[in-house]
């Protein structure tokens, strides 16, 4: 069963155009994670989202928790080739435990 | 300082055939996990750590998979025997479990060929 929902799964735009990301739930997270996974590397994260409404800006990309901590976007703005990569959503249900992963959305930015 | 370390960073072997794989955490997190991703089935959990004893191993597939923690530096995942639906990049990846960011730090992967 997948808890996570990530679209699109496939995105390829030139460089200079705005995109977002989406992570949707039926289940409510105590927190979210964003990493991004270039080839041949272990994922790396990007942001934790803890509070329903919080935004949160690295640089060019925005992340956004819903308001009911069921769901979540990524939103870049002005895409650069090094944006390249596997971005992947990742859900905590409580602080003790192991994260529940999105299927991911692979990210390609044509120069 | 040095991040998650894993080894080897490929292996090919053949049907049938065991295999090690190894991880060393980063050193002082307390807990420690072991992914398998596949384009079919993107991330998942095998099995989790805690202070070195294994909390969760719902994930892993069947009993040719075994992993291990004998120490809060060294951990391992064996496959035995190994089948081609074995083949996947495995991560392993370490955490300070109560730390304020709980982030999870992976390593390169061990990116497995079973022919």
């Known amino acids: 069963t997948q808890l996570l929902e990530q679209s699109p799964q496939f995105l390829s735009i030139q460089e200079g155009e705005n995109l977002t990301v989406y992570c949707n739930s039926s289940?409510?997270?105590?927190?979210l994670q964003w990493y991004r996974q270039e080839p041949g590397e272990g994922p790396v994260l990007l942001v934790t989202?803890?509070?329903g409404g919080e935004v949160k800006k690295l640089k060019r990309l925005t992340f956004q928790f819903g308001d009911a901590r069921k769901d979540s976007s990524l939103h870049i703005t002005a895409a650069q080739p090094g944006d390249t990569g596997l971005y992947l959503c990742?859900?905590?249900?409580?602080?003790?435990?192991?994260?529940?992963w999105g299927a991911g959305t692979k990210l390609i930015i044509k120069p | 300082d040095a991040g998650v370390i894993q080894s080897p960073r490929h292996e090919v072997t053949e049907m049938g055939q065991e295999v090690t794989l190894r991880c060393k955490p980063i050193?002082?997190?307390?807990?420690l996990f072991w992914y398998r991703q596949t384009m079919m089935r993107g991330l998942e959990l095998l099995i989790y750590?805690?202070?070195?004893?294994?909390?969760?191993d719902s994930g892993m597939p069947e009993d040719r998979f075994s992993a291990k923690m004998p120490n809060a530096s060294f951990s391992t995942l064996k496959i035995q025997p190994s089948e081609p639906r074995d083949s996947a990049v495995y991560f392993c990846?370490?955490?300070?479990?109560?730390?304020?960011?709980?982030?999870?730090?992976f390593g390169p992967g061990t990116r497995l060929t079973v022919l």
């Open positions: 990846a370490s955490r300070l479990f109560g730390s304020s960011t709980d982030t999870q730090y």
């Open positions: 050193s002082g997190h307390n807990s």
């Open positions: 750590f805690n202070n070195n004893v294994p909390i969760d």
């Open positions: 289940s409510v997270f105590s927190s």
């Open positions: 989202v803890v509070t």
């Open positions: 990742a859900g905590a249900k409580d602080s003790n435990y192991q994260l529940i």
